[in-house]
């Protein structure tokens, strides 16, 4: 059965760092693309970034959202079967749940609706 279990969310301060995990069961890890979205209170589902797969079929390369692009990374450890988000400079409006979500050919930074499986999302707030 496949799971996406995220963690590793929490209160921060402004410029301060996070990691969230996305551990995963249940499928090969390397052969789906991986994204990373939020969502905040009244405001729609939006599309933090995504990995893609690296089984062959795409390169593993990432592409993130102008918003965060430089301040955060996607990474993965196959043998743990877990995704990560390094989140560092945080900012208010980086408040929000964020889901890793899974495709089983693209990443859907664009369109966060559009993944094939979501998990159940780990609360970032950050404030001083």
């Known amino acids: 059965q496949l799971q996406l279990v995220e963690s590793g969310g929490g209160l921060v301060q402004p410029g301060g760092s996070l990691r969230l995990s996305c551990a995963t069961s249940g499928f090969t890890l390397d052969s789906y693309c991986i994204g990373w979205v939020r969502q905040a209170p009244g405001k729609e589902r939006e599309g933090v970034g995504c990995?893609?797969?690296?089984?062959?079929?795409?390169?593993?390369?990432?592409e993130y959202a102008d918003s965060v692009k430089g301040r955060f990374t996607i990474s993965r450890d196959n043998a743990k079967n877990t995704v990560y988000l390094q989140m560092n400079s945080l900012k208010p409006e980086d408040t929000a749940v964020y889901y890793c979500?899974?495709?089983?050919?693209?990443?859907?930074?664009?369109?966060?609706?559009?993944?094939?499986?979501y998990g159940q999302g780990t609360q970032v707030t950050v404030s001083s």
């Open positions: 979500a899974l495709d089983h050919a693209f990443c859907w930074t664009r369109h966060p609706d559009e993944y094939d499986h």
């Open positions: 990995m893609f797969s690296s089984d062959g079929s795409s390169d593993g390369s990432t």
